[in-house]
């Protein structure tokens, strides 16, 4: 329902802003530009555009070989028992912060394979067994219309987005022409990571769950030196070879990967082409089911920024961030960032737009696509997981998850700096 409302501002907004601007200062311009945007055309400054709806299509059939590449890889994975071992991995530190579960209980192997799915970018595996722990929580769960203290720890953690492998970026990036794809694995690595620990941090304070127990405690603090001791090493790195190291860690990451899915499909016997064919298949369906969307957010937002009412709204922001002694660069990426807790695809939509305008490996457009990747859904999440189990109080859930999309997007700010500013 926002995100109906949000389209539909940005089409009335621009061309309101248009006609005020034709009637008021006879600039016929933006009316012009907002045509092009729609069906394309010369543009007022004597350019040209494809219009965005054209824009949008060719971008997400451009997905359909890398999707089906990726998709492919992970269905090896997942057919050799990564998310089984994934799972195992992170048993002990998991079983702690859900008490109320039963040893043994058949919703924690659902949540911890959720978990593990969604970190190796697995959405289409994660969804299905998000849903299943979401049911089983249920059962455990005294007041059915109430959220239950695991359920809250389990969505928060969820929609945190931790990712591994951020693979819709990378391939975004790649559609769209960049040098280096890979160049923002380590920062959504980060700001996913510090998404991550404030939205447990904020449900753990809630529910008084003891973060300092020793095997938690050496969970979090393995984990949380690993990304200081990256963001350490970094930091002390000159910008140029910041992006060396960056994607030659990136790139020895994923051929790691890679290599682990394969070593572990093998030692399973689980036929490795057909399992990559059978995944692989995949990538045209995810290609064309996000036409639509692309098409419906980038025309609106092409509308929106022609009009020269985005121009208004990131110019007043900038003037806000100037006056506080501030750099301004950041704030165009904002428009990503406050759209991805509520659309996946309106985020995406947003992603592109930044990398059409500003260029996809300008630093606004790294930002935006760093930004896409630190945090996740976070209200389409809530509304699909709760919605599943009919549960309408869902106490704290809410602040907890936007606490840590707020934590990954000012993560997400402060890496692209080191690494892209």
Known sequence: MVLNWIWIGFFLIGIATALAKLAFWGDAAPLSDMTAMLLGGETSDGGETSGMAKVA???SLGYIGLMALWLGIMKIGENGGAVRVLTRLVAPF???????I?????????IMMNFSA????????????GLKAMNQLQELNPDKDRASNAMIMFLVLNTSGLT?????????RSVQGAANPTDIFVPILIATYFATL?????????QRIRLLQPVVLAYLAGATALVFGMIWHFSRLPQEEIVTQSRTLAALF????????LVLAVASRVNVYESFIEGAKDGFGVAVKIIPYLVAMLVAVGVFRASGAMDAVIGGMKELVAALGFDTRWVDGMPTAMMKPLSGSGARGMAVEAMENFGVDSFVGQLACTLQGSTETTFYTLA??????????????????LFADAAGIVAAIVVAYMFFG
């Open 57 to 59: 299509a060719t971008i």
């Open 94 to 100: 998991f079983r702690r912060l859900f008490p109320e």
């Open 102 to 110: 039963p040893k043994d209980h058949p919703a924690s192997g659902s």
């Open 118 to 129: 969604n970190m190796l970018g697995l959405d289409n595996a994660a969804t299905p067994l």
């Open 164 to 172: 591994v492998i951020p693979i819709s970026v990378i391939t975004l």
């Open 198 to 206: 404030a939205g447990l941090v904020a449900v753990a304070v809630a």
């Open 254 to 261: 994923i051929f790691g990967i890679i290599s682990w899915f």
């Open 384 to 401: 699909v997981y709760f919605g599943a189990v009919g549960v309408r109080r869902t106490r704290y859930t809410i602040t907890c998850g």
